[in-house]
């Protein structure tokens, strides 16, 4: 069943039973030692409750005329916007009301939230930005009900200001007294009016030597505006933007493109079904697996590189970057595939070496000295097939994700596996979650998917205040969807909580980048016996045994730590020293006003950026930096906004 709300990230929720759903047996949330605070990495203190019926003392009439409404509120709109009318567009909003803006007015990542915060950026705005030519955009016009006492006048419009064309979501409430006002907004620019992307080349008998001679050679003589360190699915969505802008890009990627996946655990599938996962202008072809195995998923970024023409040099590294301070030029000096190096010079740098910084080893006392077995980084372990004979015994540190298809790649080969965990896990069914959190990307009965750009705008509109408290339901519907499965952990002795915040992996996804699992197995398997599960933490190694916390002495053939990454901040200052780290502050994480600290906007390093995500991230954010990079570029760019 397709969901009918779509928010940034996590949560799609169809109606249910009234309310938020059956009050839970047990409250899961009520977990005494969460792995994080609530405000862990989350800075954002402007919460609201949802303007539910009761909050607002009337109901949207079933009998509404959903595009007669929305009518009404874009003529608004036009007529404050087009002149200027900062109060009147602020007045147009619920007390409050969250406006979020994408580069279109403020070329910059901003939120506004609640009403007086509207009408001051609205007021120095509005002054410099005139938005006009107002139209629809499909979906049309819809009242969208998530929940009976929750609902919206959800709808989509295209409009232009000086500089760029644009689209918002508005999501509308019916107040008692006033009528239709707008809930959340969120404006973002589409296209640069002056700059549009550059259309297909002929192609048709370019020259008289092989295509394949005339890319090597493109390759080798790229000489980048925009030098991009890292080719994952970042780095190649950006250049795939750069280049069809008609900036010059060129990818550095130590390994080879694909290989990020393609050398991962060889047991690992992407954890959610595809739909949302297309890069930018190469979808997926239409009888793709619904979880893509990894592998495959590194032949597709290979082929994207191929067909999008991208400049690529593979098994290459930074050897220095230097900025000069006055005119924020870059001097690159790069190793060039081990043979030769080279000296760039980059007017632009964007780091997309990704939110993972480097493997996290916990340090502990003795692990130096364990002989019994061996002990790796699970980005070390790509797979249990050489430990299945001779009844060994493997421990798994860690219960996210990597640990979870780790210890499920040992059971499911016979071997004596132990979890241990440390702290709780955010565990949901991909049966129950995936239709509710990426449900409006499902094909529909032929297999056809709607189209990504529609649900993009839909899936990233939501600022974060109503998707925190849209998250909360939602992890709690989904907690009492999934009660066998989490019971059952439980009784096996796994622990689980809802989430930072309560809003299961919505929020943690914003901040600690990890720290739950989508059932793909393993879960089954635990609940079973088949994979075993103790508390606590290594407390320290002897040479031949393992010392669990409160002395629990254990031993074992393997330890794998799936223990995660550090934060991308050691990878800038491990690629581009610590001089430039120093100036850049922490990445990732969520900001007073709602919106991720220092990723797609500025660094803190002048023509530094940071483009990292996972994969929806990758196709939505990568068009807003290429148009942000090319405006600078032209010198069409308005300075951000940054009051
Ligand atoms: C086990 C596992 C499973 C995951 N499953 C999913 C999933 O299902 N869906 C999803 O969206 N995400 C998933 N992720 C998260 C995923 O890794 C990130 O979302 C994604 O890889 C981020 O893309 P990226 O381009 O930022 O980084 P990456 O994909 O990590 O790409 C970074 C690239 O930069 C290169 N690089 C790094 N440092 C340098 C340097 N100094 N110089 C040159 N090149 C460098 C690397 O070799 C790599 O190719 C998973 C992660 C792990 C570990």
Redesign the pocket.
């Known amino acids: 069943m397709a969901p009918s709300t779509i928010i940034d990230e996590t949560v799609a929720v169809p109606v249910v039973t009234k309310g938020t759903g059956q009050a839970p047996k047990k409250q899961y949330a009520l977990e005494p030692n969460p792995p994080v605070a609530d405000d862990y990495m989350y800075a954002f203190k402007y919460n609201h409750e949802l303007p539910t019926i009761d909050v607002l003392g009337v109901d949207i009439p079933a009998d509404v005329n959903p595009q007669k409404e929305a009518q009404g509120i874009v003529d608004q709109l036009s007529k404050v916007l087009g002149s200027g009318d900062a109060n009147g567009f602020a007045d147009l909003f619920l007390d409050y009301g969250y406006w979020r803006d994408k580069i279109a007015f403020t070329w910059d990542y901003r939120t506004f939230n609640f009403q007086p915060a509207i009408r001051k950026a609205a007021t120095d705005l509005l002054a410099r930005t005139k938005a006009t030519n107002f139209g629809f955009l499909t979906p049309a016009p819809k009242i969208d009900r998530p929940y009976p006492d929750y609902a919206t006048l959800q709808f989509i419009i295209s409009f232009e200001t000086e500089i760029v064309k644009a689209s918002a979501v508005i999501n509308a409430v019916l107040t008692k007294n006033d009528g239709w006002k707008i809930y959340t907004m969120h404006t973002v620019a589409e296209s640069l009016k002056q700059f549009p992307e550059i259309p297909p080349q002929d192609g048709h008998m370019t020259a008289d030597v092989p295509w394949t001679t005339q890319r090597d050679a493109a390759v080798n003589a790229a000489d980048p505006e925009v030098l991009i360190?890292?080719?994952?699915?970042?780095?190649l969505s950006l250049a795939a933007r750069c280049k069809f802008l008609g900036l010059r890009e060129l990818i550095?990627?130590?390994?080879e493109v694909g290989?990020?996946w393609k050398k991962?655990y060889e047991y690992?599938s992407?954890?959610?079904p595809h739909w949302q996962?297309d890069l930018a202008y190469f979808p997926y072809p239409k009888h793709w697996p619904t979880y893509t195995p990894a592998q495959k998923q590194g032949f597709y970024m290979q082929w994207y590189a191929h067909a999008m023409e991208l400049n690529v040099w593979n098994h290459s590294?930074?050897v220095s970057a230097e900025q000069d301070k006055e005119t924020g030029k870059w001097t690159v000096v790069i190793n060039k595939g081990g043979i030769e190096q080279r000296t760039l010079h980059p007017a632009h740098v964007v780091m997309?070496?990704?939110?993972?910084g480097l493997p996290y080893m916990p340090e502990i006392p003795g692990m130096a000295d364990y002989k019994a077995g061996e002990i790796r980084h699970s980005t070390k372990h790509d797979s249990a097939r050489n430990w299945s004979a001779g009844n060994k015994k493997v421990l798994v540190v860690g219960t996210s994700?990597?640990g979870f298809?780790t210890a499920f790649d040992c059971s499911r080969r016979g071997i004596d596996v132990t979890m241990l965990q440390r702290s709780p896990t955010y565990v949901m069914s991909l049966e129950h979650s995936a239709p509710r959190n990426i449900g409006n990307y499902a094909p529909d009965e032929n297999g056809d998917r709607p189209p990504l750009e529609e649900q993009d705008r839909l899936f990233f509109a939501l600022p974060v205040g109503p998707a925190e408290e849209l998250g909360r339901r939602n992890a709690e519907v989904l907690e009492n969807l999934d009660r066998d499965l989490l019971d059952g952990l439980h009784k096996a002795g796994l622990r689980t909580w809802r989430g930072q915040r309560a809003t299961g992996n919505a929020t943690l996804g914003k901040t600690r980048n990890g720290g739950f699992y989508f059932e793909a197995g393993a879960c089954e398997h635990v609940i079973n016996g088949k994979i075993k599960v103790e508390q606590g933490y290594i407390e320290k190694f002897t040479e031949d045994k393992v010392i669990l916390s409160g002395g629990r002495e254990r031993q074992y053939d393997l330890i794998v730590f799936a223990t995660g990454f550090t934060p991308l901040n050691d990878?800038i200052r491990?690629?581009l020293g610590g001089a430039i780290a120093d100036q850049v502050g922490p990445v990732w994480g969520v900001d007073e006003e709602g919106e991720y600290n220092t990723a797609f906007r500025e660094t803190g390093v002048k023509n530094l950026w940071i483009m990292?995500?996972?994969?929806p991230y990758?196709r939505f954010h990568s068009k807003q930096l290429a148009m942000r990079i090319k405006a600078l570029q032209t010198g069409i760019s308005p300075p951000p906004y940054k009051e």
């Not at 990292?612 to 994969?615: A, D, K, N, S």
């Open positions: 360190i890292g080719g994952g699915q970042c780095g550095v990627e130590r390994d290989d990020v991962r690992l992407l954890h959610m996962d590294n930074v997309a070496t990704s939110l993972c994700s990597s298809d990878s491990q690629t990292v995500g996972f994969l990758a």
